[in-house]
């Protein structure tokens, strides 16, 4: 676990190389296993491949998001916020499980938050945009977009002595 934590980096370029099928169910299988308040599960996922829709997608807000379009994969994480009050956690951990599996895959992956952030155009939000392209209806929330694919460029592991042990407390803060 180690070891995976610490190469798992976000990875903004992917080869063209499609993510397989087998990798693909993997991912998601992992992802139903996430843990959620109440065992309640108010994620559900959208799996995107489509080249179209990824370049609408990452059109969604004026920045972070470009990367979408070149993923030759994209989970984007939606949420019933009628099922639960701590959907956005939920989300959360299913999204850091997905990227998790995937590094452990062999392949890369970046999250692009969608949920709070502005649009493209003036009094816009980005979820707006996406509930449109994807047809998502609107009791739904959509927390992330996990952009996902064959590493197209390697990056050096975390470096251990940047850790900030002294955000560590002990006791009381």
């Given at each position: 676990m180690?070891?995976?934590?610490?190469v798992?980096?976000?990875?903004?370029?992917?080869?063209?190389?499609?993510?397989?099928?087998?990798?693909?169910?993997?991912?998601?299988?992992?992802a139903?296993?996430?843990?959620?308040g109440?065992?309640?599960?108010?994620?559900?996922?959208?799996?995107?491949?489509?080249?179209?829709?990824?370049?609408?997608?990452?059109?969604?807000?004026?920045?972070?998001?470009?990367?979408?379009?070149?993923?030759?994969?994209?989970?984007?994480?939606?949420?019933?916020?009628?099922?639960?009050d701590?959907?956005?956690?939920?989300?959360?951990?299913?999204?850091?499980?997905?990227?998790?599996?995937?590094?452990?895959?062999?392949?890369?992956?970046?999250?692009c938050?969608?949920?709070?952030?502005?649009?493209?155009?003036e009094?816009?939000?980005?979820?707006?945009?996406?509930?449109?392209?994807?047809?998502?209806?609107?009791?739904?929330?959509?927390?992330?977009?996990?952009?996902?694919?064959?590493?197209?460029?390697?990056?050096?592991?975390?470096?251990e002595?940047?850790?900030?042990?002294?955000?560590?407390?002990?006791?009381?803060?």
């Open positions: 180690y070891k995976l934590l610490q798992r980096r976000s990875h903004r370029k992917f080869t063209e190389q499609p993510v397989e099928q087998e990798k693909i169910d993997a991912i998601l299988r992992n139903l296993m996430s843990p959620a109440k065992s309640l599960n108010p994620w559900e996922f959208i799996v995107v491949t489509n080249k179209e829709t990824q370049e609408a997608m990452s059109k969604c807000k004026p920045f972070g998001a470009a990367f979408v379009a070149e993923a030759p994969l994209s989970i984007v994480i939606i949420a019933d916020t009628e099922k639960s701590v959907w956005v956690e939920d989300c959360s951990v299913a999204a850091f499980n997905i990227q998790l599996t995937v590094e452990d895959l062999g392949l890369g992956s970046c999250w938050q969608v949920r709070k952030r502005t649009g493209v155009e009094g816009t939000m980005a979820e707006d945009k996406i509930k449109e392209i994807l047809g998502i209806p609107e009791k739904y929330a959509v927390e992330c977009i996990i952009g996902i694919g064959y590493k197209g460029m390697e990056r050096k592991p975390f470096n002595d940047k850790l900030q042990f002294e955000k560590i407390h002990s006791e009381k803060f």
